[in-house]
């Protein structure tokens, strides 16, 4: 509920614009949730707490000398009301609360998890007992819900790796990874290149695939600052920038021909962005990128410190191997033949040369792009074995799935 002090034609006034969302649906989960509570025949101790905990204290029954449990009927019958404008014979239908056991343990050991931290910045000293009592003797969905707004309104700090606790559960649940996320005091890791909860692409080549022809921004370097708040929701704030900006820099910082740099970002973006008709060239563009990557990195996360890592020779050859594997199918092909056409052996000898002078890990995943761009069909062996890749280099369980594994040839 919104507002100190709300009184209750206010709090219903509220009550009935959910119910009202998208024509009436927000009716069904609101009366839901107020019957599993009042099906659990719960003291009023505990859907006291739970109330004024989830709502902020904004709202408080007793102050108007209603219950807890009257106030939850008066919004069970607001949703049914409100469903019955739809469909005239609308009757609740009994409640289906969750009681899955192991789920329900594991929400309560999250509640236990942070019992102390809810305690110190909460007004009320039964709240724990409150939500440990809703999952298991109501429901463990609604349960979970209202722990999450307990932690979001008492701003309680939670560990990344209870945050990633809570999204598993989440994700168990069905909710989407908003409901966790949004509002919650995360205590984030530092900002580094990692790839830890990165599911698909990442950095310079995601940044490439998001200049399809069709991106929408009116400058390109909008898109650009559009792309870097992509971090998803595992990830702390400036992740995305921080992976484009190392991939940006070693690009820079290694020597590698203008033409070259050019070259690899026309065939990645499949001449989505044409840099060299507009008269920039590689080099100036990733410039660009760079300054954009260090502006929102001052503003999200000023202590980012830039990670240095080496590639071993064995990695170098590997991604090497798989390159000049596909060479000849890709020589009969060209990105763009319509419009300043690439030739498919420029883009071979351009990602050849990234392996040898700045990544492989990223000569890697521009190849990977360029297959897709150029449509080259893929053996199940060849797949198998960027798989393998992919997991030495630590990338998301969807990073191949969503780039390549179409164009994989099956028996």
């Given at each position: 509920?919104?507002?100190?002090g709300?009184d209750?034609?206010?709090a219903?006034?509220?009550?009935?614009?959910?119910?009202?969302?998208?024509?009436g649906?927000?009716?069904?989960?609101?009366?839901?949730?107020?019957?599993?509570l009042?099906?659990?025949?719960?003291p009023?101790?505990?859907?006291?707490?739970?109330?004024?905990?989830?709502a902020g204290?904004?709202f408080?029954p007793?102050?108007?000398?209603?219950?807890?449990?009257g106030?939850?009927?008066?919004?069970?019958?607001?949703?049914?009301?409100?469903l019955?404008?739809?469909?005239?014979?609308y009757?609740?239908?009994?409640v289906?609360?969750?009681?899955?056991?192991?789920?329900?343990?594991?929400?309560?050991?999250?509640?236990?998890?942070?019992?102390?931290?809810?305690?110190?910045?909460?007004?009320?000293?039964?709240?724990?007992d409150?939500?440990?009592?809703?999952?298991t003797?109501?429901?463990?969905?609604l349960?979970m819900r209202?722990?999450?707004?307990?932690?979001?309104?008492?701003s309680?700090?939670?560990?990344?790796?209870q945050?990633?606790?809570?999204?598993?559960?989440?994700?168990?649940?069905?909710?989407p990874?908003?409901?966790v996320?949004d509002g919650?005091?995360?205590?984030?890791?530092?900002?580094?290149?990692n790839?830890?909860?990165?599911?698909q692409?990442f950095g310079?080549?995601?940044?490439?695939?998001?200049?399809?022809?069709?991106?929408?921004?009116?400058t390109?370097?909008?898109?650009?600052?559009?792309?870097?708040?992509?971090?998803?929701y595992?990830?702390p704030?400036?992740?995305?920038a921080?992976?484009?900006w190392?991939?940006t820099?070693?690009?820079?910082?290694?020597?590698?021909?203008?033409d070259?740099?050019?070259?690899?970002?026309?065939?990645?973006?499949?001449?989505g962005?044409?840099?060299?008709?507009c008269g920039?060239?590689?080099?100036?563009?990733?410039?660009q990128?760079?300054?954009v990557?260090?502006?929102?990195?001052?503003?999200v996360?000023?202590?980012?410190?830039?990670?240095?890592?080496?590639a071993?020779?064995e990695?170098?050859?590997?991604?090497?191997g798989?390159i000049r594997d596909?060479?000849?199918?890709?020589?009969?092909r060209?990105?763009s033949?319509?419009?300043?056409?690439?030739?498919?052996t420029?883009v071979?000898?351009?990602?050849?040369?990234?392996?040898?002078?700045?990544d492989?890990?990223?000569?890697?995943?521009?190849?990977?792009r360029?297959?897709?761009v150029?449509?080259?069909?893929v053996?199940?062996?060849q797949y198998?074995?960027?798989g393998?890749?992919?997991?030495?280099?630590?990338?998301?369980?969807?990073?191949?799935?969503?780039?390549?594994?179409?164009l994989?040839?099956r028996?």
């Open positions: 509920m919104a507002g100190s709300t209750p034609a206010a219903l006034g509220y009550a009935k614009e959910l119910a009202d969302g998208a024509e649906d927000g009716a069904v989960e609101l009366g839901e949730d107020a019957r599993r009042l099906a659990a025949d719960l009023e101790r505990v859907l006291s707490a739970v109330w004024l905990a989830s204290y904004a408080a007793g102050h108007y000398g209603m219950s807890c449990r106030w939850l009927e008066k919004i069970s019958e607001l949703s049914t009301e409100r019955r404008e739809n469909k005239r014979s009757g609740p239908p009994p289906r609360p969750v009681r899955d056991v192991r789920l329900c343990g594991a929400v309560v050991a999250e509640i236990q998890a942070t019992a102390a931290a809810l305690v110190r910045a909460s007004e009320l000293p039964q709240l724990v409150a939500l440990e009592k809703v999952v003797g109501a429901d463990g969905d349960g209202l722990f999450l707004r307990a932690l979001k309104t008492h309680v700090p939670v560990p990344y790796g945050y990633r606790r809570l999204q598993s559960l989440a994700e168990e649940f069905g909710f990874a908003a409901v996320h919650l005091d995360i205590a984030w890791p530092p900002v580094g290149a790839r830890q909860g990165v599911v692409d310079l080549s995601r940044l490439a695939r998001l200049f399809t022809a069709g991106w929408h921004h009116r390109p370097r909008a898109a650009v600052e559009n792309a870097m708040i992509g971090d998803g595992e990830r704030p400036g992740s995305e921080a992976i484009t190392e991939d820099r070693r690009v820079l910082d290694s020597g590698l021909p203008d070259t740099i050019t070259v690899l970002w026309l065939a990645a973006t499949d001449r962005y044409n840099i060299d008709a920039i060239g590689g080099r100036e563009w990733l410039e990128v760079v300054d990557c260090e502006e929102h990195l001052t503003r996360a000023p202590a980012y410190v830039p990670s240095a890592s080496a071993s020779r990695e170098r050859d590997a991604v090497l798989e596909i060479a000849p199918l890709a020589a009969g060209v990105i033949p319509a419009f300043r056409p690439l030739e498919g420029t071979i000898d351009a990602l050849e040369q990234v392996v040898t002078r700045v492989p890990d990223l000569g890697f995943r521009l190849f990977l360029t297959l897709e150029l449509q080259l069909p053996t199940e062996e198998s074995r960027y393998r890749l992919g997991s030495h280099f630590q990338y998301g369980r969807d990073h191949l799935l969503f780039s390549v594994d179409h994989v040839q028996t």
